[in-house]
């Protein structure tokens, strides 16, 4: 991970280590959980199970809950 640190913050992108969390998809819907542990340096990420994006809730097992936002904007834009 250090590599790819160091080559977006030559572009200017700074990645938060405390704000960061990390999102592990379950499509198949296996029973085991991940044992894996994401760190960038010493700091270990969080994981989380869902994640709120264009106005959806975005769930590690495929699932949306509410239509995107951009979904009326777009629709919004060909009534205009």
Known sequence: MGGWRQALETYG???SR???KYMECNFIKR???SSVAVKV???IISQITQF???G???Q???EIEGVPQVFYVMQKDRLS
């Open 13 to 15: 992108f700074r990645l």
């Open 18 to 20: 405390s704000k960061t």
């Open 31 to 33: 029973q085991s959980v």
């Open 41 to 43: 340096g010493d700091h």
């Open 52 to 54: 709120k994006c264009l």
């Open 56 to 58: 959806s809730i975005v």
């Open 60 to 62: 590690n097992d495929g």
